[in-house]
């Protein structure tokens, strides 16, 4: 429980609850993201997709004056929360207290009409405001505070790192600077909820939900925006044929397979999205991938997102992520290190490829903290035992139940300080057998590996399948060298000392780890076995041919 209330703090810390002081005389914020820290998953993404149904995007001036905006927009109603930002121009997400407020903004928009030029009159929430009465025209400062929806580079990061003072600061200052803040979560929720408005076109009960990094408490500022198309709450869904009454006359439309559905789901609202989705550029249908998808940039809120349906395992995984990282508050610092780290080397890519993934990565870290000798984190298969009756969840015969009650969960009182455990966290992947043995969160213990991979990681929901398939040795090896490098680093008394003092640039601690030059020291210190021609290639044709499949397990 104690473990549970400092996670609540630091979850309250670092979340970033503070929007800008220019709203010192803006509408009162309504407190509810202090609670944040001791939420299910469930009841947060309830919570949040409200809030973004009464929200609107909108494209502003420069130079927008920031009290004449607001008394503006608040002759449609109250303002509950607003922040800017900027991303191809100056854009503003405003919530409004009522959804009528919206449909009032609304109203009154215009759909341009543009000589030489046809629009679809298609009234999305994403507007745009031109009116010279609400501009500064001085020549002074607007004044106008953005909230930065990036982060900084990594090696002007490392400068900042070195002046802390010990290596767990550095951990924890390297998490609250890369952690998506409060203004970038709302921002998804509500990319996610304009994107159901054009689904809503076909499927007026669906919803559509962020997963992935987006919610499981391991995104950085700048991931990508999973989004899932949720059908299940359509009425009357899933319901055996009555004996008497209404059912819907789908008999020409069933297809063969529930596989079959989704591709044609998919293919339908990804050309909504193509023709009629505002800011919504280079759509891609990728919808032969083993999770078929939609993916596209959204221009206005610079997210990369991929908009997949039927895909509740991969829910449910966000949840069991989620559920981890709230449990005891080095989790979530521990992956964010490792995944900054492994962003840092190349171990990991945004193009998809033959490199280990975040997602495989996590497991890894979270792996790793329950084979301590004190365990950090219980197995799924002790999460799944203290489920109750309201947990139970089978999805395509796939056992996904685990307890979603927190305080149900008696933590063991491990006392290891972070530096600690990144260092031990290097020490045990720079062993462990990879070649004989696959890595198995349900039971928290390795076992042989069942099929040859260089990489074996059971998914945690889907156990016949290996979430890391996409890897191949060349990238495994590379993981391995750099383990091996960053554990002997952490040993070296020039590495572990801090320099301290904010005067102090020389890079220390996690710092070291971070820098490039140690790459190409691997690279030279370590004589790598080349391997056949023939390996190298069908390396390459792997990879090409994961760049079409993103979620290949
Ligand atoms: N997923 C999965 N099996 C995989 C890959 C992904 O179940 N082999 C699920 C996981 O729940 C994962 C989500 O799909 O969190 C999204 O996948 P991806 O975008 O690849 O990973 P993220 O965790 O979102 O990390 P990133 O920040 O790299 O996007
Ligand atoms: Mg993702």
Same mark, same amino acid.
């Given at each position: 429980v104690r473990s549970l209330q400092k996670a609540d703090t630091f %979850?309250?810390?670092?979340?970033? *609850?503070?929007?800008?002081?220019?709203?010192?005389?803006?509408?009162?914020?309504?407190?509810?993201?202090? /609670?944040d820290g001791c939420k299910s998953l469930h009841? %947060?993404?309830?919570?949040?997709?409200?809030?973004?149904?009464?929200?609107?995007?909108?494209?502003?001036?420069?130079?927008?004056?920031?009290?004449?905006f607001l008394k503006y927009l608040s002759n449609h109603g109250d303002i509950k929360k607003y922040f800017f930002y900027e991303s191809y121009g100056l854009y503003a997400v405003?919530?409004?207290?009522?959804?009528?407020?919206?449909?009032?903004?609304?109203?009154?928009?215009?759909?341009?009409?543009?000589?030489?030029?046809? *629009?679809?009159? =298609?009234?999305?929430?994403?507007?745009?405001?031109?009116?010279?009465?609400?501009? !500064?025209?001085?020549?002074?400062?607007?004044? %106008?505070?953005?909230?930065?929806?990036?982060?900084?580079?990594?090696?002007? =990061?490392?400068?900042?790192?070195? /002046?802390?003072?010990?290596?767990?600061?550095?951990?924890t200052s390297l998490t609250e600077a890369y952690q998506l803040t409060e203004e970038n979560s709302r921002l998804r929720f509500l990319v996610c909820s304009l994107l159901k408005d054009i689904a809503a076109a076909y499927f007026p009960e669906c919803t559509i939900k962020p997963f992935g990094s987006s919610v499981n408490g391991?995104?950085?500022?700048?991931? !990508?925006?999973?989004?899932?198309?949720d059908l299940d709450g359509i009425s009357g869904r899933n319901v055996k044929m009555p004996k008497s009454g209404l059912s819907l006359e789908y008999q020409m439309k069933r297809a063969n397979s529930e596989r079959a559905v989704t591709q044609s789901i998919l293919s339908v609202i990804g050309e909504c999205v193509d023709q009629f989705g505002p800011g919504c550029v280079g759509v891609q249908k990728i919808l032969n991938a083993r999770c078929p998808l939609v993916r596209f940039a959204h221009q206005p809120s610079g997210f990369q997102c991929d908009l997949t349906a039927n895909n509740r395992v991969a829910m449910k995984s966000t949840e069991l992520l989620y559920l981890y990282g709230q449990l005891d508050p080095r989790v979530r610092s521990l992956v964010f290190t490792v995944r900054c780290w492994a962003r840092a080397h190349g171990v990991t890519s945004s193009i998809p490829g033959a490199w280990i993934s975040n997602f495989s990565l996590t497991v890894m870290v979270l792996f790793f903290l329950q084979k301590r000798?004190?365990?950090?984190?219980?197995?799924?298969?002790?999460?799944?035992?203290?489920?109750?009756?309201?947990? /139970?969840?089978?999805?395509?015969?796939? !056992?996904? *139940?685990?307890?979603? !009650?927190?305080? /149900?969960?008696?933590?063991?009182?491990?006392?290891?300080? %972070?530096?600690?455990?990144?260092?031990?966290? =290097?020490?045990?992947?720079a062993t462990f057998p990879f070649s004989r043995m696959s890595l198995n969160i349900r039971k928290g213990k390795e076992q042989n590996k069942p099929e040859v991979a260089p990489l074996h990681i059971q998914n945690p929901f889907e156990t016949s399948l290996n979430v890391s398939k996409n890897v191949n040795a060349t990238q495994l090896d590379r993981f391995v060298a750099l383990c091996q490098e960053s554990s002997w680093l952490l040993q070296q008394r020039e590495t572990n000392t801090p320099r301290g003092g904010a005067n102090m640039t020389t890079a220390w601690g996690l710092a070291t780890l971070l820098l490039p030059s140690q790459v190409a020291g691997i690279k030279s210190r370590k004589k790598r076995r080349r391997e056949p021609a023939s390996e190298r290639i069908k390396g390459l044709l792997e990879s090409l041919k994961n760049k079409n499949q993103p979620k290949t397990s």
């Amino acid at each position: 429980v104690r473990s549970l209330q400092k996670a609540d703090t630091f %979850l309250q810390r670092s979340i970033g *609850t503070d929007v800008a002081a220019a709203q010192a005389e803006a509408p009162p914020r309504d407190g509810s993201d202090e /609670k944040d820290g001791c939420k299910s998953l469930h009841a %947060l993404q309830v919570e949040r997709q409200e809030q973004a149904e009464r929200s609107v995007l909108i494209n502003c001036q420069s130079r927008t004056n920031e009290k004449k905006f607001l008394k503006y927009l608040s002759n449609h109603g109250d303002i509950k929360k607003y922040f800017f930002y900027e991303s191809y121009g100056l854009y503003a997400v405003v919530e409004f207290a009522k959804r009528e407020n919206v449909a009032s903004l609304l109203e009154g928009a215009v759909i341009p009409s543009v000589s030489h030029e046809s *629009t679809v009159p =298609f009234k999305s929430r994403l507007l745009s405001l031109r009116n010279l009465s609400l501009v !500064d025209l001085s020549n002074q400062q607007s004044g %106008l505070q953005c909230q930065p929806q990036t982060t900084i580079p990594i090696n002007e =990061f490392i400068q900042r790192l070195s /002046k802390e003072e010990s290596i767990d600061q550095q951990i924890t200052s390297l998490t609250e600077a890369y952690q998506l803040t409060e203004e970038n979560s709302r921002l998804r929720f509500l990319v996610c909820s304009l994107l159901k408005d054009i689904a809503a076109a076909y499927f007026p009960e669906c919803t559509i939900k962020p997963f992935g990094s987006s919610v499981n408490g391991f995104g950085k500022l700048g991931c !990508d925006l999973d989004m899932f198309l949720d059908l299940d709450g359509i009425s009357g869904r899933n319901v055996k044929m009555p004996k008497s009454g209404l059912s819907l006359e789908y008999q020409m439309k069933r297809a063969n397979s529930e596989r079959a559905v989704t591709q044609s789901i998919l293919s339908v609202i990804g050309e909504c999205v193509d023709q009629f989705g505002p800011g919504c550029v280079g759509v891609q249908k990728i919808l032969n991938a083993r999770c078929p998808l939609v993916r596209f940039a959204h221009q206005p809120s610079g997210f990369q997102c991929d908009l997949t349906a039927n895909n509740r395992v991969a829910m449910k995984s966000t949840e069991l992520l989620y559920l981890y990282g709230q449990l005891d508050p080095r989790v979530r610092s521990l992956v964010f290190t490792v995944r900054c780290w492994a962003r840092a080397h190349g171990v990991t890519s945004s193009i998809p490829g033959a490199w280990i993934s975040n997602f495989s990565l996590t497991v890894m870290v979270l792996f790793f903290l329950q084979k301590r000798s004190i365990p950090i984190i219980p197995t799924l298969e002790h999460l799944r035992d203290l489920a109750g009756p309201a947990d /139970k969840s089978v999805i395509e015969g796939n !056992d996904c *139940t685990f307890v979603s !009650d927190f305080s /149900k969960i008696q933590l063991k009182s491990n006392t290891e300080t %972070l530096e600690q455990l990144l260092c031990e966290f =290097f020490e045990f992947y720079a062993t462990f057998p990879f070649s004989r043995m696959s890595l198995n969160i349900r039971k928290g213990k390795e076992q042989n590996k069942p099929e040859v991979a260089p990489l074996h990681i059971q998914n945690p929901f889907e156990t016949s399948l290996n979430v890391s398939k996409n890897v191949n040795a060349t990238q495994l090896d590379r993981f391995v060298a750099l383990c091996q490098e960053s554990s002997w680093l952490l040993q070296q008394r020039e590495t572990n000392t801090p320099r301290g003092g904010a005067n102090m640039t020389t890079a220390w601690g996690l710092a070291t780890l971070l820098l490039p030059s140690q790459v190409a020291g691997i690279k030279s210190r370590k004589k790598r076995r080349r391997e056949p021609a023939s390996e190298r290639i069908k390396g390459l044709l792997e990879s090409l041919k994961n760049k079409n499949q993103p979620k290949t397990s």
